[in-house]
């Protein structure tokens, strides 16, 4: 498999991996996941700013065009700011097992958004996958398996699957803002001007509870072990991914990343000790056979 493809099957992987990281280490600082997402950003931002440095490209992050840098800025916003944001609520809520498969059907709204604002032609391949990814959706979101040892309370189920479709929305328009910026900008570049800007995004959330922190990690070493290996799958995910859309064009690139739940439900089930019953993993299989309809050419 050529090496691209390969980038955007690892990307999956390490996403999944990110998932069930972060859904282990919320409990320990009274899920506050927005915190973790700050954590998270500020370490893979030090490490691709490091990179860029070594690399003797630190010049290149300061002569990005004014328009370009505004839609890397906004993108920021609205996909790291937002729906990773959004979507660690959801995964606290319902678990891996059920956001994962409901988020994947950012491709969807991504087509849908790209025929209305960058005149993309929606084929009758692309109608089929529509319907796929809503069925299985709906078989997602009304799967009611158990979540650890407890039941899954019904408003939690909708809050949960409510906010992942918010966060796939919020990553489709990230996407539809980074299409153009890419055009101008190396994808390195971008990458590491992103990661940081999310970094900078949430300090002021984070210094606000530093002092709460350090208590935690004082307290708690694995929690610091925990945040140190989240920002590497974060830098890792987000570079693999951007190498493979290099490689193997978009289209490719984000089929392949959508086979995450293909690594997050059994890692939910073997790591998290979630249960996953046949309509759930049928409505995984089933979205995301829908979403490679969408998007492979």
């Known amino acids: 498999m050529p090496i691209g493809e390969l980038a955007a ?10 998932t069930v990281l972060l859904r282990w ?19 893979a931002a030090a490490l691709l700013l490091s990179a860029m440095a070594l690399l003797g490209r630190w010049p290149e992050l300061f002569d990005v065009p004014l328009a370009p840098l505004g839609l890397l800025l906004a993108s920021v916003f609205m996909g790291v700011g937002l729906g990773d944001s959004l979507y660690f609520h959801a995964v606290r809520l319902i678990g891996v097992a059920h956001a994962q498969p409901i988020s994947i059907s950012y491709p969807l709204i991504t087509t849908v958004l790209a025929a209305l604002f960058l005149g993309e032609a929606i084929t009758p391949q692309v109608l089929v ?21 407890g039941g899954l309370a019904a408003g939690a189920l909708r809050k949960g699957v409510l906010l992942s479709v918010i966060a796939a929305t919020c990553w489709s328009c990230s996407a539809i803002l980074l299409r ?50 989240l ?67």
């Not at 099957?9 to 990110?18: D, G, R």
């Not at 890419?182 to 995004?201: F, H, K, M, N």
Request: aromatic share 8%.
């Open 9 to 18: 099957l690892a990307s999956a992987l390490f996403w999944s991996c990110n």
């Open 25 to 43: 280490l919320s409990p320990r600082a009274d899920h506050d996941v927005i915190l973790f997402n700050a954590l998270r950003c500020v370490v």
């Open 129 to 149: 996958g529509v319907v796929l990814v809503v069925f299985g959706v709906y078989l997602v979101a009304t799967a009611h398996g158990r979540h650890g040892r």
């Open 180 to 229: 153009p910026a890419l055009e101008q900008v190396d994808v390195w570049v971008a990458s590491t001007i992103r990661l940081a800007a999310a970094a900078g995004l949430f300090q002021f959330y984070a210094a606000r509870r530093g002092r709460k922190l350090y208590g935690l990690a004082r307290r708690d070493r694995a929690l610091v072990l925990g945040v140190l290996v």
């Open 231 to 297: 920002g590497i799958g974060t830098a890792l995910a987000i570079s693999l991914f951007l190498m493979g859309v290099h490689h193997a064009g978009a289209a490719r690139a984000a089929t392949l990343s959508t086979a995450s739940p293909l690594f997050g439900v059994p890692l939910a089930v073997f790591v998290l000790k979630e249960q996953v019953t046949w309509r759930l993993l049928a409505g995984a299989l089933t979205t995301l056979l829908g979403v490679w309809l969408i998007v492979a050419r």
